[in-house]
């Protein structure tokens, strides 16, 4: 059966990834894996959707289309330019811009970032939202396997774990699981207050 060119283009629908944050003991942890896929079929295995900004004082992964997600940090690196220090603030006013800028609104990603002080999730329908603390830790996941992640790491909590093995371990549980998620991980660490 032939498809126009909008139906060809919504079933090669753009899957894949998963990115957790964990909070234990004084650290903060992004981590996430490499997978990119198109429909059922994996483009890149080796994907970096982790990385630093703002010199380095700030973690942030995302999960969602590639080039949005890079606008996405784009933006939020000029945002810490023009607040330094300000996650919360500078957040605050990407979400306001994705939500009310007819070009940003159309771009399809989630960020989790971290600084010393701060750890929040970003979405275009304008959240910024804390994780929910518990005694042990907190912890916030996204992307196609996120829940998964998210489910281990709240269990792994509990542990002796360190964030940065309990993240880790998450992401291989989530890798078994989730078909859009592999075990090629990268972690960013930051220490928190």
């Given at each position: 059966?032939?498809q126009?060119?909008?139906?060809?283009?919504?079933?090669?629908?753009?899957?894949?990834?998963?990115?957790?944050?964990?909070?234990?003991?004084?650290?903060?942890v992004?981590?996430?894996?490499?997978?990119?896929?198109i429909?059922?079929?994996?483009?890149?295995?080796?994907?970096?959707?982790?990385?630093?900004?703002?010199?380095?004082?700030?973690?942030?992964?995302?999960?969602?289309?590639?080039?949005?997600?890079?606008?996405?940090?784009?933006?939020?690196?000029?945002?810490?330019?023009?607040?330094?220090?300000?996650?919360?603030?500078?957040?605050?006013?990407?979400?306001?811009?994705?939500?009310?800028?007819?070009?940003?609104?159309?771009?399809?990603?989630?960020?989790?970032?971290?600084?010393?002080?701060?750890?929040?999730?970003?979405?275009?329908?304008?959240?910024?939202?804390?994780?929910?603390?518990?005694?042990?830790?907190?912890?916030?996941?996204?992307?196609?396997?996120?829940?998964?992640?998210?489910?281990?790491?709240?269990?792994?909590?509990?542990?002796?774990?360190d964030?940065?093995?309990?993240?880790?371990?998450?992401?291989?549980?989530?890798?078994?699981?989730?078909?859009?998620?592999?075990?090629?991980?990268?972690?960013?660490?930051?220490?928190?207050?």
């Open positions: 059966m032939l126009s060119p909008s139906e060809q283009s919504s079933a090669a629908i753009w899957h894949g990834t998963t990115i957790i944050l964990v909070k234990k003991d004084g650290r903060t992004i981590g996430g894996d490499g997978q990119v896929s429909g059922q079929t994996i483009v890149k295995g080796n994907a970096k959707k982790v990385r630093r900004l703002a010199k380095g004082e700030v973690i942030g992964g995302f999960a969602g289309a590639t080039a949005d997600a890079f606008t996405l940090f784009e933006r939020l690196e000029a945002k810490l330019e023009q607040y330094p220090g300000q996650l919360m603030r500078a957040c605050v006013e990407l979400a306001k811009d994705w939500r009310t800028d007819r070009y940003l609104r159309r771009l399809e990603a989630m960020m989790l970032v971290a600084d010393a002080k701060a750890a929040l999730v970003l979405t275009g329908n304008g959240d910024v939202l804390e994780p929910e603390a518990t005694e042990r830790g907190s912890v916030m996941g996204i992307g196609s396997g996120g829940n998964y992640a998210l489910a281990a790491a709240r269990a792994l909590l509990d542990t002796d774990r964030a940065a093995s309990i993240a880790r371990r998450a992401l291989e549980i989530a890798s078994e699981i989730c078909v859009y998620t592999n075990r090629n991980v990268v972690i960013e660490e930051i220490a928190s207050n």
